[in-house]
């Protein structure tokens, strides 16, 4: 079952500008994470958050997290064209503690 | 820095024929996952170890597909037979969070992409 939703599905912006991608949840969680996938490749851990927190820096990542909406985004600011992949929000329901997994935000960076 | 490793990372297969995944968890990890990935779509979690024992293998189609993790630290995955949707991305992840614990951070290997013709 899909815990998490991404939107948009695909987003094409230049680079030096930011990305915005949003994930919507339906069950109470512990935590959300956020991973990158580069095509054809594994997930890679980008931020995680818990559900007593509201933001989160890492970089040029931000993360925010509304519970009371069971939403959350991540920003990433200044784009280059390395940030081309596609992005996962991983959810961590509170009720089973597995980890649920939306079917993601494909991002182009065009130079 | 630690990366779990897989094997092959690409597999070519005719329908009906048996193939195997390998995966090396990073060394201390109790907890290993199997997921499936089809093109476009998020991970599916297919099984998961913690040390030996299975602890969810509930979208495991049992018919075909099998796990072992008999040492508690590399795990193979098998198909037999292939079917031509099982073509995928298959993944191996590994963790320090135990089963019934609150999901920590996942790190995957760089998967095995199956093409089954």
């Known amino acids: 079952s899909q815990q998490g939703e991404e939107d948009p599905q695909a987003l094409s912006i230049q680079e030096g500008e930011n990305a915005t991608m949003n994930c919507s949840y339906k069950?109470?969680?512990?935590?959300l994470q956020w991973y990158r996938q580069n095509s054809g490749r594994g997930l890679v851990h980008l931020i995680l958050i818990r559900s007593n927190e509201r933001e989160k820096h890492s970089g040029r990542l931000r993360v925010t997290l509304d519970t009371s909406k069971k939403s959350s985004s991540l920003l990433i600011t200044a784009s280059r064209a390395a940030d081309t992949a596609s992005y996962f929000c991983?959810?961590?329901?509170?009720?089973?503690?597995?980890?649920?997994w939306g079917a993601g935000t494909k991002l182009i960076i065009k130079p | 820095e630690a990366e779990v490793a897989q094997s092959p990372r690409y597999k070519i297969t005719e329908k009906s024929q048996a193939v195997a995944f390998w995966c090396d968890p990073i060394?201390?990890?109790?907890?290993l996952y199997w997921y499936r990935q089809i093109l476009g779509q998020g991970p599916e979690l297919l099984v998961q170890?913690?040390?030996?024992?299975?602890?969810?293998d509930s979208q495991l189609p049992k018919d075909r597909f099998s796990a072992e993790r008999l040492k508690g630290v590399d795990s193979t995955l098998k198909i037999q037979p292939a079917e031509l949707g099982d073509s995928a991305m298959y993944l191996c992840a590994s963790s320090l969070a135990l089963h019934g614990e609150v999901q920590e951070t996942q790190y995957f290997g760089p998967g095995t992409r199956l093409l089954v013709l």
């Open positions: 991983a959810t961590d329901a509170d009720s089973n503690y597995q980890l649920i």
């Open positions: 060394s201390g990890h109790a907890t």
């Open positions: 170890f913690q040390d030996e024992s299975v602890v969810d």
């Open positions: 069950t109470s969680i512990n935590n």
